[in-house]
């Protein structure tokens, strides 16, 4: 039964899932079962019905964190599986070489934090992004040297568009 851990700013929340037929899954958090109908309406929106209760849920992932919109409430979620999360807090890298930084949403560069020839820290951020009136740090995947950096404050860009690279 994959088995996931879910950060929700300093709390966290161990979850599993289980698919029950296409689409459909029930989820176990905190001794309790919900079903849940997950469909995907656009690249970066989904419908879900939670034990009959409707959401949209507007999201943009970058690495391994999600940006949320759920009835107009925003959160920053991370979601490893145990396995994964046991090699990420441990200190493996989950990627190596040369990294490409995309848009995870369609917005408005606010600021670049990092520039050409800098060198960061894995989980440090690169620039922040504006979107769904929020601001959204695009942080290193890994340590390294910024390589390039494409985008300046300001410039409105699409979702998958490339922002910079690490190596």
Do not use: W
């Not at 919900?34 to 469909?39: C, F, G, S, T």
């Amino acid at each position: 039964m994959p088995q996931y851990v879910l950060n929700h700013g300093s709390e966290e929340i161990a979850a599993e899932v289980v698919a029950l037929r296409e689409g459909v899954y029930r989820v176990s958090v905190a001794d309790r079962d919900y079903e849940v109908d997950a469909r995907l309406l656009e690249q970066s929106v989904c419908s879900l019905i939670v034990d009959g209760d409707c959401y949209e849920v507007h999201f943009a992932r970058q690495g391994l964190d999600y940006t949320l919109l759920i009835g107009g409430e925003h959160y920053e979620v991370s979601a490893r599986n145990r396995r994964v999360r046991a090699a990420y807090t441990g200190g493996a890298k989950l990627a190596a070489g040369r990294q490409v930084i995309a848009a995870p949403m369609p917005g408005r560069v606010v600021k670049v934090v990092a520039g050409v020839g800098d060198q960061v820290q894995a989980g440090a951020p690169i620039l922040v992004l504006e979107a769904m009136k929020m601001e959204n740090q695009l942080r290193s995947p890994i340590d390294g040297t910024m390589a390039e950096v494409l985008v300046t404050a300001g410039q409105v860009v699409a979702t998958g568009e490339k922002l910079a690279v690490v190596e």
